[in-house]
């Protein structure tokens, strides 16, 4: 993969993403390629999500900052569903692609529960096996972005044959979330599923990754962070998203982000990038990636 054609940047960091093919979006939410050109490593802020990322790394260094462990050089990573933002540090010249999965479709690659990577970054080949290595050797070779989206459609349609999902009652719980943005109360989840809050807590927490109530929470941030990015006013998104009041989300904010919501206003712009171009930089999945692709499934 010698070029990205960027559609972002901010201080020489050049990401671009695209969209898998049609038969793979139920499972597979977005491609990302990254290049760190430079001779500087440089951190990068992601959100809290409901995706398993599997980055797989071509070229450089990537590994989560401290206080996470370190992972071997080069090595691809699988980052976990999670309710706090994640620091991953770019080395100089690192270059590679970041595959979006659904929790289920990592289930159905891992072959294990979710709730063993939520909140957790490690090696893919702890969990996949050779898998990861493979899918980085098929893409070392790929002349351009375009071609690579095409390798990555054509592996992953052969290592997810059909429309891999989550139980049934599983996936009505987790369309009633999403089309409540976070907002439905769990006992109702429970009624939708037709489960009780126990059995559905259960079963959800181990083929998502979070439970019913953790996906309830990066739902409300997510929407919030959109409000925000479009310029609505703090006490305006508190209620908006779904919060009981504003000192509610607040905290809430500041908890899941380390940022408290006029700070985040102050340091990071529109498109995700902090303000200046300085040392540091914040891109949301839900904004390089249509949010029915991150939230649903349809």
Known sequence: M???????????????SARPCTGLREGVWGYEGFHRPGSAPRERLHLPTTAVSLVLPLEGRLEPSAPAARMPAGAPLLAGPRTESLTLRYGAGARGVRVLLAPWAAHALTGGPMDRLAGRVVPAGELLGPLAGRLTAVLADAPHWAGSCALLDE??????PGRPEPAPPVLRAWRALVRSRGTLPVAELAREAGWCRSQLGRRFQAQVGLTPKAVARVLRLR???RLLGAGEPVATVAVAAGFHDQAHFAREFKAMTGHTPRRFLAEWDADGFRREHEEAEFLQEWLRVPAADCSSVR
Do not use: G, I, K, M
Request: with cysteine.
């Open 223 to 225: 929407e919030a962070v």
């Open 2 to 16: 010698s070029s990205y054609p960027s559609c972002a940047q901010a201080a020489r960091q050049q990401l671009t």
């Open 155 to 160: 592996a992953l349609s052969r290592l997810l």
